[in-house]
């Protein structure tokens, strides 16, 4: 059976930045397993599974449009210390759950300064290109 919309798909992988980098991979774990067409992976890598099979190992490379996005400078924000006061030995690096009007957001603390902290909510591989090292292992219709 060939990769299609409302196919559940397994898949081991690694990925990697342009110049190599792992970034994450399925060695020692579960592969993953995901319903091809439901937005569960990146649009990038989806597109490019689309209409493989079993058995298929591809690279794929995938730019930040097609990826986690390009980087929103609107994202960056100085807010005041006090504003994370409930948050014990802030450290550049740092990523905090916020609370926004419809959502929960990931944030990233990339500067901390005397009375401010720049924060960054931009997800942290948006604006890089990525490349998947992929390996079908499954295809089935879902049920």
Do not use: C, W
């Not at 690694?14 to 937005?39: A, F, M, Q, V, W």
């Not at 603390?109 to 009375?115: D, P, R, S, V």
């Not at 401010?116 to 879902?142: C, M, Q, R, W």
């Amino acid at each position: 059976m060939k990769i299609s919309q409302g196919s559940v798909v397994t898949i081991d992988y690694d990925l990697k930045t342009e110049k190599g980098t792992l970034i994450d991979t399925t060695e020692g774990r579960d592969p993953l397993s995901y319903i091809h067409g439901n937005g569960d992976i990146i649009p990038g890598l989806e597109a490019a599974l689309e209409g493989e099979h079993p058995g298929k190992e591809l690279s794929v490379s995938v730019s930040p449009e097609d990826g986690y996005g390009i980087r929103n400078s609107a994202l960056v924000a100085r807010v005041p210390k006090e504003v994370l006061n409930g948050v014990p030995d802030l450290e550049v690096g740092m990523q905090l759950q916020v609370k926004t009007n419809d959502d929960v957001q990931t944030i990233t603390i990339i500067q901390i300064e005397e009375e401010t902290v720049v924060i960054d909510g931009n997800h942290p591989l948006a604006g890089h290109t990525l490349v998947f090292d992929v390996k079908v292992i499954n295809v089935k219709e879902s049920s």
